[in-house]
Structures are given as C-alpha cells and as structure tokens.
C-alpha cells in the first residue's frame, strides 16, 4: 500500500485524536492527479492511493459535488476540477514573499542565463510556486503549480536542509517509503551529503542526478510566516559544471536569498 493509503500513519500528528483520516484520504485523491494528466479512472486512483475501489468512489463523487472534481462521463473518469484552481490563487496570492521575490529571480536568471525557482514543500515534492527563465535554448515543461522530486533535486535538498536536525530523520523515513527500496541507497546518499556541502559552503547541489541533462544549486529560505521554501537555480549540465556551481550560482543563489529575506524585512 502506497503512502497515499496510509496518509493517517504518515502525517505528523496523525495520532492524535483530533486528526480525520476520511480528510486525509480525500486530500489523497487530489494529490494522485500528476501533472499534463487530463483525466484519471477509480481503478487508476485507487492503485496510487491504496485504498479500496469503493472508498474512491465515495470521495471522488464528495469531491465531485464540491467542485473539486469533475466527472466525465463518455470516458468515465475523473479530471481536477475548477475548485483546486482557487484554493491555489488564494494560496499564491498571500504569498508576500512570491511577490518581493519574482523581480530578483528574473533578474538573477538573465544575468547566469539559466532559470530559478522558488518552491515549497507538498508531501514527498517541492512544487513551484513561481518560476523564472533566462535562457532562451534551455525551458524545460515546468511551471508555477508544478511538482518534483525531494529527494535528487536541488529544490528537494534544499528544503531538507533546512528542517530542524531532529526533524530531518523523521521526514526522510516518511519520504522513504513512498519510494522503491533500491532507491533508498542513492536517496539517502545524497541528502547526506547535501547536509555536508550546506554546512561547508552554505548551498546544495544536485548535479545530473535528478535528471541527466539538468544540474542545479539550492538554498533553505523561511519566509515570514515561517513556511519553510527553498530556491534553486539550474539550467543544461553541460554549461553548469559543479565547479561553475561552486563558484558562480551557488553564491549568487545564497546572495539572493538574503536580498529577498531583507526586503521581507529579516
């Protein structure tokens, strides 16, 4: 069973008695929909969540009359519904911070010619929640809303960095379990050593290791809510050599995050 199935025993204070799984296991279903995906049957949402074909049925026809949904029926399956997309505007348009940040992410990715991201944490991904492009060979499908991985990213290393230590162990046995077995080695590696390189020098990489092609740096920033995002920039590979990530983008990367932390006023 997939840790969509178990969202009870996998989120924090999910033991407590004030926690709904019927809640959790809604929110599930949401968050099985992936990206470019128009539409998606029972049987598929339930293989992705773990739970029983009848439950889906219940809460995708729940989420269905509250417009979270919609139901197709020539091809009987469902599709994200018009709700989602408020519930997200609401989202970004109280992120002070998205605001202050976009003009100096712009402005960073023209001067390196590579893109930058600011995303933030949803379960086992880091979704974007602004994006900005400054090469013009090098865009990739990825926009504001979009989701990748925590664990080989530079945004997802980010982000674990900048857990509180004892809070890192816990978050990576939960992410742990959402992923095939054999992956736990070069997943574990990796954010070891993204702890390391943050304490050394103040950034993360990730350097052909989400994808071959790509080669990225990261940084933490708590907004002033403390919500915990994470910036990163990354462009081709064969441009951004470690060395290049080390000495340029790294750097330039840390210095923006300060420059949007001071303009948030600390």
Not at 87 to 95: D, V
């Amino acid at each position: 069973m997939s840790r969509l199935g178990n969202a009870a025993e996998d989120v924090t204070g999910a033991d407590s008695p004030d926690f709904i799984t019927s809640v959790a296991r809604a929110f599930a279903v949401l968050r099985s929909f992936r990206p470019q995906e128009r539409f998606v049957g029972v049987r598929e949402i339930a293989r992705r969540t773990g739970l029983p074909k009848s439950t889906i049925g219940r809460l995708c026809y729940t989420l269905t009359q509250l417009g979270y949904l919609e139901f197709l029926p020539a091809e009987e399956k469902y599709s994200l519904g018009i709700g989602v997309l408020s519930l997200a505007q609401h989202y970004l348009a109280g992120l002070d911070v998205r605001a202050v940040a976009r003009p100096l992410m712009q402005e960073l990715a023209e001067e390196v010619h590579s893109t930058v991201a600011l995303a933030a944490r949803d379960g086992d991904h880091m979704v974007f929640i602004e994006i900005c492009h400054g090469h013009q060979l090098f865009r990739m499908s990825l926009d504001v809303g979009e989701r990748v991985p925590r664990g080989t990213t530079a945004l997802g290393r980010a982000g674990h960095v900048g857990l509180p230590e004892e809070e890192r162990a816990r978050v990576l046995a939960s992410y742990l379990r959402g992923v095939p077995e054999v992956e736990w080695p070069k997943i574990q590696k990796g954010l070891r050593r993204a702890v390391e390189d943050y304490e050394k020098y103040g950034f993360v990489f990730s350097v052909s290791e989400w994808r071959n092609e790509v080669s990225a740096v990261g940084v933490p920033l708590i907004a002033s809510d403390g919500k915990l995002l994470a910036l990163s920039c990354f462009g081709p590979a064969n441009e951004l050599s470690r060395e290049r990530l080390l000495e340029e983008l790294g750097p330039k990367v840390a210095q923006l995050r300060d420059r949007i932390k001071a303009k948030l006023g600390g």
